[in-house]
Each structure stands twice: as structure tokens, then as C-alpha cells.
């Protein structure tokens, strides 16, 4: 059985993949959080997943690219907002209002 994504655990390791770059000058680490949240989202609980949707941007974007144009902006932030509504713990916020 797969284990669920702990997006804790992938926050560290980017920023201390990047706190250790900048001691040897070089490029930030960055990550598909949100394909990570959608991935989530969608159940997904092996690394499989993560081949699987790796494997369909490369065939979007060789494929597709052409029709992105015709997309609005708004459209494609919002399904990214969507995506990262389910990596939020709302509770979380109500805790860190309340303490002094």
C-alpha cells in the first residue's frame, strides 16, 4: 500500500535543497506543488502516479501546445487554485488567530 503525501515533508526538502544550493551558487529547487496537490486530490498513492502525470504534460506540451492559446488565464489559475484549497488545513488558521 502507498503512504499519503505528507506536503510538509516536500516543503522541507525544497527549502533545504535551496538553502543548500546558495551556498554553491546554484539555480533554486523548485517543485510541481500543485501537481502534487492535484495528485492528492485525486487519490493517488504510489510513485506511479508522478510518472504517469510527468508523462502526460510532456505529451500535452508537445502535442497541445498550439491550442493553450484559446485558454484564458483565469481558467487555468483558478484550476490551480482549486487544486491548492485541498493542501489547506483551514483549522490551522483559526488555531493561530486565537494565540497570543
Known sequence: KGRAVDANQEMFALGLC???GS???SFPVTGSFTRTAVNYASGVQTPMGGIVTGS???LTCGFLTSAF???PKATL???IMVAMYYMLELR???VLWRTK
Open 18 to 20: 535551496n538553502i543548500l
Open 23 to 25: 551556498f554553491f551558487s
Open 56 to 58: 502526460l504534460i510532456l
Open 69 to 71: 492559446q484559446f485558454i
Open 77 to 79: 489559475a483558478a484550476v
Open 92 to 94: 490551522i488558521f483559526l
